[in-house]
Structure formats: structure tokens, C-alpha cells
């Protein structure tokens, strides 16, 4: 059962950024996938970013790209999205999860374990 918590989510302002953090415990962290999605209110779940397991392969969303970037410390058990120029639509709780797959996944249902949840407010 591995465990996952975020940290790093706050208020910020429209050309921000934050980082997130996301540690894992309880299971063997480089052996999965790291996703981050995000719930904006009212919308349904979307993927955002990925990393593959060595770390080596990432892969990010259309509307975050050239802005977010995922990356991974095995030897912390973290997982870490740097946001930057954020923007309002970037608001919602964004979570991170983990994967027992070998390449990086975006739907919800390949991610066996979840964390809580962080919320990222981007004010206009």
C-alpha cells in the first residue's frame, strides 16, 4: 500500500508559480509511474503530467506546456511539478498518483494509488 502526500499548492497570481511536492511511503516509489492531474470545480478530473519510473520520460498536457515540468527523486520517494506563468484557468485541486504500469499513463483508472489532493487558486 504505498501512501502519497502533496504539499505546495497556496493562492498565487496570474504569472506565478508554485512548486508541488508529492513524497510516497509504504511501497517500493521507483517502481511506478507518476501522474499529477487536476479537478477544477465543476470539471471532471484531467491528466496534466507524467513521469516514467527511471524518470528518463516525461510527458505534459497541450494547454501547461512550456510552463509545467514534472520530475522525480527516487532517492526522496518525490515527485515535483514547478508551475510557472500560471493562469487562472490553472486553478483546481491537483493531486498525484501512482501507477503500476511501465510508460506513462493519462487515464484515471491506470492509477492504482492517490494523494489527498492540493489546491492551486491562480487569482486574475
Known amino acids: 500500500q504505498v501512501q502519497l502526500v502533496e504539499s505546495g499548492g497556496g493562492l498565487v497570481q496570474d504569472g506565478g508559480s508554485l512548486r508541488l511536492s508529492c513524497a510516497a511511503s509504504?511501497?517500493?516509489?521507483?517502481?511506478?509511474?507518476m501522474g499529477w492531474f487536476r479537478q477544477a470545480p465543476g470539471k471532471e478530473r484531467e491528466f496534466v503530467s507524467g513521469?516514467?519510473?527511471?524518470?528518463?520520460?516525461?510527458r505534459v498536457v497541450d494547454s501547461v506546456k512550456g510552463r509545467f515540468t514534472v520530475s522525480r527523486d527516487n532517492t526522496k520517494n518525490t515527485v515535483y511539478l514547478q508551475m510557472n506563468s500560471l493562469k487562472p484557468e490553472d486553478t483546481g485541486v491537483y493531486y498525484c498518483?501512482?501507477?503500476?504500469?511501465?510508460?506513462?499513463?493519462?487515464?484515471?483508472?491506470?492509477?492504482?494509488?492517490w494523494g489527498q489532493g492540493t489546491q492551486v487558486t491562480v487569482s486574475s
Open positions: 509504504g511501497g517500493t516509489f521507483n517502481i511506478y509511474v
Open positions: 513521469i516514467s519510473r527511471s524518470g528518463g520520460t516525461t
Open positions: 498518483a501512482a501507477a503500476p504500469t511501465i510508460s506513462i499513463k493519462t487515464m484515471m483508472q491506470e492509477y492504482r494509488y
